[in-house]
């Protein structure tokens, strides 16, 4: 796998191959002193190029600051996080922000919808940030934003505020709007918890189709056990500790040459 230059800088090369996303001995503290809350414990944590892991834990276990770590939102308070070869820790600030711009897809649980935006540009949004895209490129755009809408089932919604959509629209705009880019991970912290089942079943058919038609790595946290068979592996975090449960999905992750 070749290095990466990042702002003019070679990154160092580090991690083990094939895994899209690493991390090794990693523990999260929030704030310190006897105040301080420890909320990852020795977390170990590998995702491979076109694998589907699922993290479950309970309220308050520690789901959105591990993904919020292996989305390089936050940075770890001890041990190493390596993306795409890239030691986390050896990135500025800015590097950082690029790599994840280019690499990854991030559905907040919060959603962090624009409100001022329509549902169609909240999903152009993240081709935006990349860059001003040329005319036959912006309705390229606009195409895929429709069509990702129409594949969470919004195609009469694009050009509806978010102030008008239910919560279940809302955390599917934020769906579409990771997708956008075609990223080669998904990092989507509890994307189902306000969908019905029809809507969880488009939505994982949806991320499926992303991981065998374009070799999409996905890291999904959730509370909600029927979101487990479409995994590859699945693992359960219990006040901050992870461990592996037994395998329940029924494919094996696609190897996707860098
Ligand atoms: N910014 C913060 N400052 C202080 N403590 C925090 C902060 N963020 C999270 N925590 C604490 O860290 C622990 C893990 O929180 P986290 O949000 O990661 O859990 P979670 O599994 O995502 O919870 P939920 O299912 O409610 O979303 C909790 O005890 C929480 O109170
Ligand atoms: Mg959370």
Request: aromatic residues 2%.
């Amino acid at each position: 796998m070749d290095a990466m230059l990042l702002n003019g800088r070679k990154a160092m090369l580090t991690g083990i191959p094939g895994d899209l996303v690493s991390l090794s001995r990693v523990h999260k503290v929030y704030g310190g002193g006897i105040a301080g809350v420890h909320a990852l414990h020795d977390i170990e944590l590998h995702v491979a190029t076109g694998e589907m892991v699922t993290v479950c834990g309970p309220c308050g276990s520690g789901k959105t600051s591990l993904l919020n770590i292996a989305g390089m939102l936050d940075i770890a308070s001890e041990g190493n996080v390596v993306i795409a070869s890239l030691l986390v820790s050896r990135l500025s600030e800015q590097a950082r922000a690029d790599l994840r711009g280019e690499m990854i897809g991030f559905v907040f649980q919060s959603f962090s919808l624009i409100p001022v935006m329509t549902a169609r540009e909240n999903v152009l949004l993240p081709l935006l940030l990349r860059g001003s895209l040329a005319q036959g490129e912006l309705s390229a755009a606009h195409d895929r934003a429709d069509a990702l809408l129409a594949q969470v089932g919004l195609a009469t919604q694009a050009q509806h505020y978010p102030s008008k959509l239910t919560a279940s629209q809302c955390q599917r705009v934020a769906i579409a709007r990771a997708l956008v880019t075609r990223p080669r991970l998904v990092i989507a912290d509890e994307p189902t918890s306000r969908l019905d089942n029809g809507c969880i079943r488009l939505v994982m058919d949806l991320f499926s189709r992303q991981q065998q038609e374009q070799g999409t790595a996905f890291l999904i946290s959730t509370r909600d056990q029927r979101q487990l068979s479409r995994a590859d592996r699945t693992l359960q975090l219990s006040e901050g500790r992870l461990q592996s449960l037994p395998s329940t999905g029924s494919r094996r992750p696609l190897r996707v040459q860098l």
